[in-house]
């Protein structure tokens, strides 16, 4: 009795704190965004600090988030402005596509207010409205960007102080440090992944639509880049452009075919190889990968859903991996045997902090020689 009133009452807080994130989604959002920029780009601070003098590392890993951020919210704007440009060229083609529609339906017998409501929402011309409207929002999130360099420019410089401090405080929270300085790691290999996979799924959707001569094929490329990082659902989004652009430029099949071959490359990779790997990488399996997405976009908007991943990480490091009793929840998260886990080893990616290791005043992780007074209790 005592073992289900807990998960009710846990249930309970859960469902109160993230009613209480989504309601300070406006604040939250960049806050997360920032802290993720910020420990993306942190190796790479501590890398320039050994080759340049203190002040010029911290510039350049402060201009080196501002490039990320400005970056993507740059390259989603051209996408966007690119492909209402597209679609006002085609407005004769969407003329001819609407009357054709309409004589289809005749011949089966719709007619009337039924055959107008189809064919009207079946226009792609209703597009650029929405298109326009995803720009003015995108052009009214600059205060939200504004906040976020801020909060980078913050993050930046204190990152090297906050990395030394939570060294000093290992040796008293071991498992807590292990399980942040883990999903640092653990949110870095994500990136790395997802990037890798989105310039193979780039390269490979660049090619189709060249060989269907689908106007601004590279642009395209582009968007299957940075829809990669939504996960399970992304490619979707990329695949509307040159489909519709297929559409009024060679009827529906090409369309149909676009769809297809999109289908099998990106849901191979995509939905497919990459998610397993970076349930290897992270700790999370396919289906919770999933879940976080739909959960963040709900709660905190389209920055959630290129949040989701970091965010299940930084929850699950709080709330599983940081308290020993919780434990067994790893391979459950995970989608694997606690036998088929892989253990902490040296990898490109960086390697993994584990128990025994510090953090020194750099940030950077080594081996004091001694052994972990410090054990995790079992």
């Given at each position: ?76 704007g051209i996408v966007l402005a690119r492909f ?56 009214g999130a600059a205060g939200s960007v504004l ?117 099998v490359l990106n849901l191979g990779i995509q ?108």
């Open positions: 009795m005592g073992g289900a009133l807990a998960i009710v009452l846990g249930l309970a807080a859960a469902a109160v704190a993230l009613a209480g994130v989504k309601a300070a989604n406006h604040i939250v959002s960049p806050l997360l965004l920032a802290l993720f920029v910020t420990v993306l780009v942190h190796p790479a601070g501590n890398w320039l600090r050994r080759r340049l003098p203190g002040w010029a590392a911290v510039l350049s890993s402060i201009v080196l988030a501002y490039a990320i951020i400005g970056g993507l919210g740059l390259a989603v209402g440009a597209v679609l006002a060229d085609y407005s004769g083609e969407l003329a001819v596509l609407r009357q054709q529609l309409s004589a289809w339906l005749q011949q089966l017998g719709i007619g009337g207010e039924q055959a107008q409501l189809i064919t009207g929402g079946f226009d792609p011309s209703s597009l650029l409205p929405l298109i326009g409207g995803a720009l003015s929002d995108l052009a906040l976020v360099f801020a909060i980078c420019f913050f993050m930046a410089l204190d990152a090297r102080a906050v990395v030394g401090s939570l060294g000093e405080a290992r040796p008293i929270k071991p498992t807590l440090i292990g399980a942040l300085a883990q999903c640092a790691e653990a949110t870095r290999r994500n990136i790395v992944v997802a990037t890798v996979f989105g310039l193979i799924i780039a390269v490979l959707d660049t090619i189709v639509l060249i060989l269907f001569g689908i106007p601004e094929p590279v642009l395209w490329g582009v968007l299957a880049f940075l829809t990669n990082y939504i996960p399970n659902i992304g490619f979707v989004i990329g695949l509307v452009p040159p489909a519709v652009l297929a559409l009024l430029g060679s009827g529906p099949q090409q369309m149909v075919a676009i769809i297809v071959i999109y289908s939905s497919g190889i990459q998610p397993k790997v970076i349930g290897d990488a992270v700790g999370l399996s396919s289906t919770l990968t999933f879940m976080s997405l739909v959960l963040w976009a709900w709660i905190l908007g389209p920055i959630g859903a290129l949040l989701a991943v970091p965010a299940s990480l930084l929850v699950k490091a709080v709330l599983v991996d940081a308290i020993p009793s919780h434990q067994w929840l790893v391979p459950v998260l995970a989608g694997r045997r606690r036998d088929d886990l892989a253990p902490p080893r040296s990898t490109w990616f960086g390697r993994p902090p584990v128990e025994h290791d510090v953090l020194d005043d750099s940030g950077e992780p080594h081996d004091d020689g001694e052994p972990d007074e410090a054990t995790t209790p079992s």
